[in-house]
Structures are given as C-alpha cells and as structure tokens.
Nanobody, 125 residues
C-alpha cells in the first residue's frame, strides 16, 4: 500500500525550530523526486522545498532560503525538512509529496504526485 506519512509538526515560538519527517512506503522511494509543500489558511498550496531523486539538486522557495534544509535517506525511505528561524508566516499545513519519474524534475507535480495527509506547523508567541 502506497503511503506518505508526515510527522514532526507542532506549535513553536518565532525563532524556533522543527524537524519534519516523511516516511514513505509502497513505491520505489529512491527513484522519486520529493517535495515539501505548505498551505496557509486562505492561500494556495506552494512548493517550499524539493530534492531530486539522485540527491543532485535541491530547490527552496525564496522566503525559506537559508532557514530550511531538505534531506532524504533512501536507505530508510524517508525525507526530512529542517525548519529553523521560524516566522509566523511559516504557519500552515506541510505536505510531503513524491513523484516517480525517469527524468529530472525539480519538484513533484500536483497531478502526478503521491501526497501525505499533512502535518500542522504553527508559529506563534
């Protein structure tokens, strides 16, 4: 059964840190491009960070560059997003997505990706 399960969200004060995890099963994880997306209340879902299937390239949206770090462990079928120096505008539901492709893509595409159920991140004092 194909699954992506996120964990690690929570309530944190501005300036704090969280580490999100995405546990994958049911598909060939090493061959998938992985992305972390977030959706804030009243806003469209956006790609926050992505990592290619070969670990060659990473992508970060401008607002998180220098604060967030994406990584993956193919041996554990897991991906991670380290969130540092969190700001209230980082609040939202964070989703892990995976897309298996035989060629390079920067981020999973919404229509083709597998999605997790999301984990809530709230940054507030």
């Amino acid at each position: 059964q194909l699954q992506l399960v996120e964990s690690g969200g929570g309530l944190v004060q501005p300036g704090g840190s969280l580490r999100l995890s995405c546990a994958a099963s049911g598909f060939a994880f090493p061959s998938a491009t992985i992305g972390w997306f977030r959706q804030a209340p009243g806003k469209a879902r956006e790609a926050v960070s992505c990592i290619s299937r070969s670990n060659v390239t990473t992508y970060y949206t401008g607002s998180v560059k220098g604060r967030f770090t994406i990584s993956r462990d193919n041996a554990k079928n897991a991906a991670y997003l380290q969130l540092n120096s969190l700001k209230p505008e980082d609040t939202g539901v964070y989703y892990c997505a995976a897309e298996q492709v035989a060629y390079y893509i920067a981020c999973p595409r919404s229509s083709s990706a597998y999605w997790g159920q999301g984990t809530q991140v709230t940054v507030s004092s």
